[in-house]
């Protein structure tokens, strides 16, 4: 098969990029690098089945020869990424997706958009499933990530609803690993880091708020299972293994060893950081367990060891 992988170039493009390789297939990664790298993927371009197209698919996707599947990964993610850069992420959740689905339509090829647990908002429902429809603040600060992600599921299904387009929604949770970029300000990569460099671990707030963290060779094996079945309807991806942001930060700790001085410190950060932060957070895997006979298999002790290998070598 030969796979677009849009946002080939981020943390979790260049694992599945990495995936897809190894399972045989041809893959084109196009990435802008507005948060991703380069160096994510250079030991990728040795391989001649992978291709690096460095472009912006909110102005156009210029592509030859066929595709199999279309896998939209193109966005900022964290909230740095995307408080950072808001039109940019509103763009590639319109513009973007528009470009990347007339591919998908020209050659009849799947089509899997990475969508987010953020299209819950603040939950009201608790785990939630695939059926809540969330409960998002429109013009709050995080708006710019979960309408563009909102309006990308809606693109997504009004192709498959007007030309029969085999489309598939991933709702990702949050997904960790190596690779993360070491200043996305995401709460992974910040614990690591601090705990890395022997620095405090700042857990914004009370520390109260909850989440779930999949690793990454979990979520891309889901991911691929999503893509190679029939399911249009969205799917959850993420471990249900809720905990708040301070036992994270324990956990993190006790992975960095006996060695590791750090110590955990309650910080507020700016107002706009923590606005809308979702309180709580956890997904209802029912039917990525029935359809897709998904689990997550790596444990949050294992993932955080790989992780914390990754950063030790990456953090200067
Ligand atoms: P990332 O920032 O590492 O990767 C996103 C990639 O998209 C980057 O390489 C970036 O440069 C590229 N990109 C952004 N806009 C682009 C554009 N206009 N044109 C071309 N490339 C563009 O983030 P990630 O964590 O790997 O996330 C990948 C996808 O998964 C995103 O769509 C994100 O919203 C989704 N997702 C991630 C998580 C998570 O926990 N990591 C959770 C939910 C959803
Ligand atoms: N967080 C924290 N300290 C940090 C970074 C994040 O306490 O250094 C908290 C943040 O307020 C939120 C949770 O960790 O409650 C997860 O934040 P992240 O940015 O990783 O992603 P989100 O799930 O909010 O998109």
Known sequence: M???????????????????????????????FITGARRNVAHLLANERFELSEQDINKGLAVTGGFDAVMNLASPASPVGYLDNPIETLMVGSHGIHHALEVALKNDARFLQASTSEV???????????????????????SVYDESKRF???MTMAYHRKYGLRTRLIRIFNTYGPRMALDDGRVVPNFVKQAVQNA?????????????????????EGMLRLLWSDEVNPVNIGNPREMTV????????????SECQSKIVHVTPAADRISDDPQRRRPDITRARTILGWEPRVSLEDGLKTTLSYFRQAVV
């Open 246 to 257: 301070t036992e994270f930060a324990e956990a993190v700790l006790v992975a960095a060893g």
């Open 2 to 32: 030969r796979i677009l992988v849009t946002g080939g170039a981020g943390f979790i493009g260049s694992h599945l990029c990495e995936r897809l390789l190894g399972e045989g297939h041809s893959v084109l990664a196009v990435d802008n």
């Open 120 to 142: 819950y908002g603040d939950p009201l429902e608790h785990p939630q499933r695939e059926s809540y429809w969330g409960n998002v603040n429109c013009i709050g600060v995080r």
């Open 152 to 154: 990308a599921e809606a």
């Open 200 to 220: 405090p671990l700042t857990v914004y707030g009370d520390g109260l708020a909850t989440r779930s963290f999949t690793y990454v060779s979990d979520l891309v």
